[in-house]
């Protein structure tokens, strides 16, 4: 199964309304460009500032839509795509969540995955950042199906994928959630095709990790993995598509700079199944030694 996907790192501003047009003219360029599951990044609505998440925050509601939900709703059903909506400040339950909307080419929200792991960094100096002093923590993986059908012959795991619509099966991750290589690896051994991680990294924890970490899921679980980013003068900025072909070498298949630009880039999860065979890691793991014992009992 071959399809494109685009990446829309875009430039985001102080204005709410603003961004969303913006957002909304990016998606339906990479649309028709023939991108069949569209990227945005995390916090695209607002600078990722607590100055800004209240004030831009809505609730995801299919029942009240809110302007986000219909931008989004209305672009994924006109053009027939997948949208991953990168993330939003989503009001819920009296709190704040960081959350990516999913939606599939029916203008339907598939799934919703709030942020799991929150960034609370700091250093010595001024450097500090504490995401938890407006969100609260999402606490469940989630996994989205677009379509595609599961089918067991001779103990074997066979995805035999429908309509052109179908992009196959999606991990979805926030930015900070790629440190943490349990939730690559649950998505994994649940039979992910690719993992997206919206991303917002800063300059300081950016710049010497974002790509470093990315190759490092890559290379752990022979996966497609795609991450994209705002553009924000201290956002440190890059769109990336990781191959997992090659054996696992974590080869950069496609990328972006420091400009605005919607990257696309064309996949194919015939490769995943083939080279899962080469190297069956999933197979090899031995889940009931990853555990310490004590000896003296």
Known sequence: ????????????????ATNLVHARNMLKEA???????L?????????????????????????????????????????????????????????????CCVFGPDGKLKAKHSKLHLFDYHE??????MQSDSFSAGDMPTLVDTGCKIMTEQN?????????????????????DIRFPELAMLYRAKGADLIIYPGAFNMSTGKMLWELETKARQVLLLQWLLITSCLLRYVHHAAILLD????GSGKVIA??????????????????????????????????????????N
């Open 156 to 176: 074997k795991l066979i995805r035999m994928y429908g309509m052109s619509a179908d992009v196959g099966c999606i991990g979805i991750g926030i930015c900070h």
């Open 244 to 247: 997992h072909t090659q054996y």
């Open 39 to 99: 990227v945005l990044p995390e916090m695209w609505v607002c600078p990722y500032s607590h100055e800004y998440f209240a004030k831009c925050a809505e609730h995801i509601d299919s029942e009240e839509p809110s302007p986000i939900y219909n931008m989004l709703s209305k672009v994924s059903c006109s053009h027939q795509v997948t949208i991953v909506g990168g993330s939003i400040p989503e009001r819920r339950n009296g709190q704040l969540y960081d959350t």
């Open 255 to 296: 990328s972006a700079e420091h400009e605005e630009k919607i990257v696309i880039a064309e996949i194919d999860y015939a490769e995943n199944l083939l080279h899962r065979e080469y190297f069956p890691i999933q197979r090899q793991r031995k889940e009931e030694i990853y555990q310490f014992r004590d000896l003296h």
């Open 31 to 37: 649309a028709d460009m023939g991108a069949q599951l």
């Open 124 to 129: 010595s100096g001024d450097s500090l950042f």
């Open 1 to 16: 199964m071959q399809f494109k996907i685009a990446l829309c790192q875009l430039m985001v501003t102080c204005d709410k």
